[in-house]
T-cell receptor
Framework: QKEVEQNSGPLSVPEGAIASLNCTYS??????FFWYRQYSGKSPELIMF????GDKEDGRFTAQLNKASQYVSLLIRDSQPSDSATYLC??????????????FGDGTTLTVKP | DVKVTQSSRYLVKRTGEKVFLECVQD?????MFWYRQDPGLGLRLIYF???????EKGDIPEGYSVSREKKERFSLILESASTNQTSMYLC????????????FGNGTRLTVT
């Protein structure tokens, strides 16, 4: 089992719809969770982070965390063609040599069709 | 804004060459990381460093070494390049602590022929 798994893509949604991206992780001790967006040929850039159970909203983006279920998700409301990218889920360990080290899922490629 | 600069955007090297990939960050970050990214395999951690002259192996350190002589600079070394090291290499940095997001450089696309 991979340490961080994301729903396999590609995911295609029409413009204006809600895109839902999911991620599960295996290390129950994980404490911090990140979503990065990566455009083709570019490096990843941070769009959201979440540390506590529940929802965190930032503009059109909402991150949701459920530590009991070891599940984190990203919702993109009113999806735009410019949201078309690969979304990477990353999980940070806490203890000793894992502190600050991010483990990534394989990514989900989202296409928003005009 | 944090800037992480990788010295080359594209590199082409021959099998058996020693290859140096350089990374410099300008925000006094303690932690620096080298990842490689391959289709279908995602981002995989090669080495990381929490401080000057300190280094820790990541998930795939074989065939690589690193050097961190100054806080702002973290170098990845391919001792004897092989074709299976053809990849996109990404350097990243963070401040100290487990809650810090990664700031990535633009990446170096290395081709070993």
């Amino acid at each position: 089992q991979k340490e961080v798994e994301q729903n396999s893509g590609p995911l295609s949604v029409p413009e204006g719809a809600i895109a839902s991206l999911n991620c599960t992780y295996s290390d129950r001790g994980s404490q911090s969770f990140f979503w990065y967006r990566q455009y083709s040929g570019k490096s990843p850039e941070l769009i959201m982070f979440i540390y506590s159970n529940g929802d965190k909203e930032d503009g059109r983006f909402t991150a949701q965390l459920n530590k009991a279920s070891q599940y984190v998700s990203l919702l993109i409301r009113d999806s735009q063609p410019s949201d078309s990218a690969t979304y990477l889920c990353a999980v940070n360990g806490v203890y000793n040599t894992n502190a600050g080290k991010s483990t990534f899922g394989d990514g989900t490629t989202l296409t928003v069709k005009p | 804004d944090v800037k992480v600069t990788q010295s080359s955007r594209y590199l082409v090297k021959r099998t058996g060459e020693k290859v140096f990939l350089e990374c410099v960050q300008d925000m006094d970050h303690e932690n620096m990381f080298w990842y490689r990214q391959d289709p279908g395999l995602g981002l995989r951690l090669i080495y990381f460093s929490y401080d000057v002259k300190m280094k820790e192996k990541g998930d795939i350190p074989e065939g690589y070494s690193v050097s961190r002589e100054k806080k702002e600079r973290f170098s990845l070394i391919l001792e004897s390049a092989s074709t299976n090291q053809t990849s996109m290499y990404l350097c990243a940095s963070t401040v100290e602590g487990f809650n810090s997001p990664l700031h990535f450089g633009n990446g170096t696309r290395l081709t070993v022929t």
